[in-house]
């Protein structure tokens, strides 16, 4: 069996990219959402690797097949986003997710960050089952730090200390 490797995105790694995570978006879930609606993915070294921030890639053979982003919202606060693993990797036959979050969980303590966040759609029953297993409360969404980047269609929120 090959080898996942996850490592922080590099300019070069946007088209796969989109192509893990649009197709989750829309033919999995229905969204009708674009590149276009999602800003953050056309400027991730700005949006995301700055601060204390990161985003990171799961590659299989040359081919993108997951993400995970880290947002720096300040006081030692992150927003964890844009988490997609791609169908023919999930589960624990390779354990995309599991090493995505194990990755952004290292990288955060590491710099100090003391509270992540999270934003999901209703929609993602296996994705709340995954967060909750893996140290994530839920939260209302009042209780999202202000400088939180809620996306329109987030109506699920969580929080795990680091």
């Known amino acids: ?3 996942i490797e996850i490592r922080p995105f590099a300019a070069p790694d946007i088209d796969g990219v ?3 995570i649009l197709p989750i978006q829309r033919d999995e879930f229905g969204f009708a959402i674009t590149a276009d609606d999602q800003p953050d993915l056309q400027v991730i070294p700005d949006f995301y ?3 204390k921030g990161q985003f990171w890639v799961a590659e299989l053979d040359g081919v993108i097949v997951g993400t995970i982003g880290l947002k720096d919202i300040g006081n ?3 927003a964890l986003r844009k988490m997609f ?4 990797v999930r589960g624990p036959r390779y354990g995309v997710a599991a090493r995505l979050l194990d990755t ?3 990288h955060a303590k590491a710099h100090g ?6 934003g999901t759609t209703d929609r993602f029953l296996a994705a709340h089952r995954f967060y909750e297993k893996n140290g994530f409360t839920e939260i209302k969404r009042g209780d999202l730090p202000r400088s939180f980047p809620l996306m329109a ?3 699920k929120f969580y929080r795990r200390e680091v």
Do not use: K
Request: hydrophobic content about 55%; overall charge negative; cysteine-free.
């Open 1 to 3: 069996m090959s080898e």
């Open 18 to 20: 989109f192509s893990v």
């Open 49 to 51: 690797q700055s601060g």
């Open 76 to 78: 030692n606060r992150a």
């Open 85 to 88: 693993v791609a169908a023919p």
């Open 104 to 106: 952004l969980f290292t």
């Open 113 to 118: 960050i003391l509270e992540i966040f999270l």
């Open 153 to 155: 269609v987030d109506n």
